[in-house]
């Protein structure tokens, strides 16, 4: 298996291709901001195919070059449909103080037109996206956003890893995603953590949409969030 990523843009959101191996079709997962640089060296370095742009969830930072990316390669974009009409207007996820500081701080004064790519597709829950071989998952888990995946593969390679978890804004390292944004709602976030989370064996590689990765192992016992779930303390 190959699996390959590089942060984009002002808020280095993580995007990744994940493929059988070189020369292969791949995946891309969150195509951000300034992210056609990335794509475009990962695509050459690797002999790539681009056969499908997934998006974990609506917010600009993670899908503002799937349109381009889409456009350039002739692939289908994937997104749950409680978000996709945010692919149109991804600023209609942030509130008007947070949009007025984004564009205060990352320089977003002049947003460009947004539109829907020619071929969307519904990532809903338990969907299979195949991938050249690769077989994806789809499981929703709102809190972050209405519409917020995350995507499963199975590995194939030499680690001990049974999965590999592209989780965007909805788990990271020692945290989880923020839910205090437009359609976020911290109890749906509880509920999704608990049922679509917990579950998970400890060896599933969690590669999540800023920062480094971890395991469901290690955030079982180091997130304060799950810990709180796991003891029945959560508000």
């Known amino acids: 298996m190959l699996l390959t990523s590089f942060p984009a843009g002002p808020l280095q959101a993580n995007c990744y291709a994940v493929a059988r191996e070189a020369g292969a079709g791949c995946a891309l997962v969150d195509p951000g901001m300034d992210a056609m640089d990335g794509v475009h060296a990962v695509v050459a370095e690797h002999d790539l195919r681009v056969e499908a742009v997934l998006i974990t969830h609506g917010h600009f930072d993670h899908m503002w070059n799937a349109q381009d990316v889409a456009r350039e390669y002739g692939c289908p974009v994937w997104i749950h449909p409680a978000d996709r009409h945010l692919l149109s207007d991804p600023m209609a996820a942030i509130s008007g103080p947070s949009a007025a500081m984004l564009r205060a701080q990352f320089g977003l004064e002049n947003i460009p037109e947004f539109t829907e790519p020619a071929d969307v597709r519904d990532a809903v829950d338990g969907a299979v996206i195949e991938v050249d071989g690769l077989s994806i998952t789809v499981d929703h888990v709102p809190g972050h956003t ?90």
């Open 146 to 235: 209405p519409g917020t995946v995350y995507y499963r593969v199975d590995y194939d390679g030499p680690e001990p890893v049974s999965q590999v978890m592209f989780s965007g804004d909805f788990l990271f390292a020692g945290s989880i995603g923020r839910t205090d944004l437009t359609g976020g709602s911290h109890p749906e976030m509880l509920h999704s953590l608990r049922e679509r989370v917990l579950p998970l064996a400890d060896d599933v590689v969690v590669l999540p949409g800023h920062g480094g990765q971890t395991t469901i192992g290690r955030e079982r016992v180091t997130n304060p969030f799950l810990a709180e779930l796991i003891d029945g303390t959560e508000a």
